[in-house]
């Protein structure tokens, strides 16, 4: 497996509490992004990082926030979880972006009651 | 708003047997595409990837197929395994910034 760490691996909250999970990577990729998984859906990007500091909304941001402040760490916040954001969140790294090989974390199974 | 639409949601084959998955997307300006397989509770990992200057590309029992004037792409598995039951997605990219994958197709050999 790739240098990937995503935690935590699942997580129960309630209904608009904040959330953040982890991505932590040991590659120094340059590139890092957030996936949510959804039957039907397959893996839609949520936010994405092109460097420290540097990080863009994806497709389906509503509702969520990132930060990275080192080249290792990216930060997907759900500022006021709902229902609708319980899913499955993939980290994903690259070298040099998703237009090359991307590596995935194991996932992280949240769940908003 | 779809831009790759893969198909079947389902599929089961037989060992030995050929597993066929296809993708078509609408955006011209895609020029990589990949295909990514997903064990239950693992990450998707990539299994073999094209770009569009070639019309097929094969790494073992995997092939690519891709037609660019009919904007389609699709997966072969020769000689299909039970290992090699999962879920399959093709994605499509334009840029270093973005992936686009498909809705998946979950994958039975049986033995």
């Known amino acids: 497996d790739a240098g990937i760490t995503q935690s935590p691996r699942h997580k129960v909250t309630e209904t608009g509490t904040p959330v953040t999970l982890r991505c932590h990577q040991t590659e120094n990729h340059r590139y890092m992004y957030w996936y949510r998984q959804d039957p039907g859906h397959g893996l839609r990007l949520i936010h994405y990082?092109?460097?420290?500091?540097?990080?863009d909304k994806g497709e389906v941001s509503d509702g969520y926030s990132v930060s990275r402040s080192k080249t290792e760490d990216f930060l997907l916040t759900l500022e006021s979880a709902t229902s609708s954001q319980t899913s499955v969140y993939f980290c994903?790294?690259?070298?040099?972006?998703?237009?090359?090989?991307?590596?995935f974390g194991q996932g992280t199974r949240l769940t908003v009651v | 708003q779809q831009q790759v639409k893969q198909s079947p949601q389902s599929l089961i084959v037989q060992k030995g047997g050929i597993s066929i998955i296809n993708c078509a997307y609408e955006n011209t300006a895609f020029d990589y595409f990949p295909w990514y397989q997903q064990f239950p509770g693992k990450g998707p990992a990539l299994l073999i990837a094209i770009r569009p200057d070639v019309s097929e590309k094969k790494e073992g029992r995997f092939t690519i197929s891709f037609n660019k004037s009919a904007k389609q792409f699709s997966l072969h598995i020769m000689d299909s395994q039970p290992g090699d039951s999962a879920t399959y997605f093709c994605?499509?990219?334009?840029?270093?910034?973005?992936?686009?994958f498909g809705s998946g197709t979950q994958l039975t050999v049986l033995p």
């Open positions: 990082s092109y460097g420290v500091k540097d990080t």
């Open positions: 994903a790294i690259s070298v040099q972006g998703m237009n090359t090989e991307a590596f």
């Open positions: 994605a499509a990219s334009g840029s270093a910034r973005q992936l686009t």
